[in-house]
């Protein structure tokens, strides 16, 4: 066991469109975040599933999953988690998390299941991150009242931007309200072509709007684009289907190793604003 007994730092990773690389690198950067010593925990909430199959893990109607914690009674988050790897575990979900919405109507406070949930877990953890589903309905409202911080996995295309700009607005709101503490820290930019220079001047762009913010009291004024972007790899597309992250399926691509230098990066981030102790990953990883 870590000896460290600072509750874990919650991330949503969060965009309102699918398929941008969302499931991809929550799981993945969690990998790399486990094998540099952090104690991670991954939390499925998109009814597609998909972050299961990174681990080998098919759908089961009988196992406990992300849904049971929205259930009423809920089932206690201890039971939900699945052992995936060395300080990697994860809460899968299934289809039945499409119907979260409707069940949630007319209870109470139903914006902090999650966060009510997650805090029971208390020091167990380092870090925890939210797989939130394409859009800004319930479930995603829940991951960003749970969550210290938003991280926005997303391509470098100017409809994609416009996207960013109503997603930080989301966040706002939800700042504004439900959770006070919450900040969009970084933009991950996925599926990237490097050579491109329609990328190369919406990552520019993106930066420029970032960068206004510096000195405002808003959630985003620290945000930053995240380095290295994730190149385009198909070892990346790949390794769900053998049931494998990139560092099992092949741990020299340029997938594994874009996302090993964005988990340096992030923990960097961290150590840097405080939010993580310069000293965690070295006692986890000695554990």
Not at 1 to 13: D, E, G, H, K, N
Request: proline share 6%; with cysteine; net charge negative.
């Amino acid at each position: 066991m870590s000896a460290r007994t600072q509750a874990p730092r919650i991330v949503a990773l969060l965009n309102q469109k699918g398929g941008v690389g969302k499931t991809t690198t929550t799981v993945n950067l969690g990998a790399a975040l486990a094998a540099a010593g952090l104690r991670t925990l991954l939390v499925d909430l998109d009814p597609q599933s998909n972050l299961s199959l990174h681990f080998g893990v098919e759908e089961d109607e009988n196992r406990p999953t992300t849904g049971s914690l929205f259930a009423d009674p809920p089932v206690k988050i201890e039971e939900c988690i699945v052992q995936g790897r060395a300080n990697l575990s994860f809460i899968p979900a299934n289809t039945e998390l499409t119907l979260v919405e409707g069940e949630l109507a007319g209870r109470d406070h139903v914006q902090s299941v999650l966060r009510d949930a997650l805090a029971t877990l208390g020091d167990r953890f380092d870090v925890i991150l939210l797989d939130c589903p394409p859009g800004l309905g319930v479930l995603s409202v829940n991951a960003l009242t749970a969550a210290h911080e938003v991280l926005v996995p997303m391509q470098a295309q100017y409809l994609a931007l416009r996207g960013l700009e109503k997603l930080l607005s989301t966040v706002h709101m939800v700042a504004a309200g439900l959770n006070p503490q919450l900040q969009c820290t970084g933009v991950i930019l996925c599926m990237h072509e490097t050579l491109s220079s329609h990328g190369k001047a919406v990552v520019e762009e993106i930066r420029s709007h970032l960068e206004q913010f510096r000195d405002t009291d808003v959630p985003w004024r620290s945000c930053r684009v995240l380095q290295p972007p994730i190149r385009r790899n198909i070892k990346l597309a790949e390794a769900p289907s053998f049931g494998k992250t990139i560092f099992d399926y092949d741990a020299k691509c340029p997938g594994a190793d874009d996302y090993r230098r964005l988990g340096e990066s992030v923990i960097a981030m961290w150590r840097e604003s405080g939010a993580l102790p310069a000293a965690t990953t070295t006692q986890a990883a000695a554990t």
